[in-house]
Nanobody
Framework: QVQLVESGGGLVQSGGSLKLSCAASGRTFSRYTGAWFRQAPGKEREFVAAIDRNGEGTNYANSVKGRFTISGDNAKNIVFLQMNSLKPEDTAVYYC?????????????????WGQGTQVTVSS
């Protein structure tokens, strides 16, 4: 079992930056692929980024590529999402997830463990 807790969300102006953190307890992130998903009101939960269990391989949604960076610190059992050049369309609840599939699996149903989510709001 893995318990995940996100932090770092908030309100930011368009073009600004935020850094989300996901702290894991129970089993360590070194056993799992770590990922971020987001869900805006009335929309499906969508893949944002994933990092492999070694912290070396990453995968990004086209909509965030070049603006967001996922990273991990296995020693501290934390996964981060650095978000730069934020746009109003990035507004959503952001969820941390962990699973046993590889980083190119972007379907949320393939991830077994989830955090409670943190709200990110980007004003125009």
């Amino acid at each position: 079992q893995v318990q995940l807790v996100e932090s770092g969300g908030g309100l930011v102006q368009s073009g600004g930056s935020l850094k989300l953190s996901c702290a894991a307890s129970g089993r360590t992130f070194s056993r799992y692929t770590g990922a971020w998903f987001r869900q805006a009101p009335g929309k499906e939960r969508e893949f944002v980024a994933a990092i492999d269990r070694n912290g070396e391989g990453t995968n990004y949604a086209n909509s965030v590529k070049g603006r967001f960076t996922i990273s991990g610190d296995n020693a501290k059992n934390i996964v981060f999402l650095q978000m730069n050049s934020l746009k109003p369309e990035d507004t959503a609840v952001y969820y941390c997830a962990a699973g046993l599939r590889d980083i190119f699996i972007t379907t949320h149903r393939e991830y077994a463990y989830w955090g409670q989510g943190t709200q990110v709001t980007v004003s125009s």
